[in-house]
């Protein structure tokens, strides 16, 4: 997506973030599990991540919408691909001959 078409209202900015924060989160978590173990270890904390996730919805969700700009992108144009050349009608003896090898 380009950054052109993104809406910049508040809604969209909070739901933006959430990309990035769920990657800081696994970060602070590893480093957590690295450096302190024993509570912190990975498999105790990763519901952290759901709960970054779903406070940054709930953010969204209640945040203003002013100014919001539905980013639907234009429909891509496919060009519809050239016929195949048609065998000649009375195709020449060579035409014929390259078509039997
Ligand atoms: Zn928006």
Redesign the pocket.
Known sequence: MSIQGR???Q??TIRGLTGPAIVITIGVLFLLHETQGGHFDFQNTWPVILLVIGLLQLASAFSS?EG??DSQPPAPVVPTPPAPPAPPVNPPQSYLASREQ
Do not use: G, N
Request: aromatic share 0%.
């Open positions: 809406c910049r209202c809604s969209c919408r919001h700009v």
